[in-house]
């Protein structure tokens, strides 16, 4: 027989697993560290990662795929190799691209998420100055 206390307690832990399991790659997203940056070589780009539900950042997120282009200045095609670097906060994701000219930059990101079954997709834009 389970006493008041276990009873609520089994309660909190199934409302939990039951919110945790409604969230979706939509409770996520990505943002600008630095939304302006200078233009050049080897330019280090940090994104965040956050649960919408939450307002708190994801750490330990699996980025898998990257990808840096000129696509809202209508140059899809002038496309930057993108690296990853060690991130010094947790939630935040950093990588080292090229932004030869000034311009608005298109970040796609994909990552695994821990404990979420889709892959989390986002685009972020940010602007390179001269």
Known sequence: MLSKLSTAAVAATLSL???AAMAG?????FE???PELK????VTLAVRLTNKQTGKTVP???I???RVDMAPDGMAEMESAVAPLP???PGVYTFKTDLPMAGRYQVTLSAKVQGEAE???GKVIVKATK
Request: aromatic share 8%; net charge negative; no cysteine.
């Open 17 to 19: 697993v039951a919110s």
């Open 25 to 29: 790659a939509g409770d996520y997203a």
């Open 32 to 34: 600008p560290v630095n």
């Open 39 to 42: 233009k050049g070589d080897d």
């Open 60 to 62: 330990d997120a699996v």
């Open 64 to 66: 898998f795929k990257t």
């Open 87 to 89: 991130s010094k906060e």
């Open 119 to 121: 892959t989390v997709i």
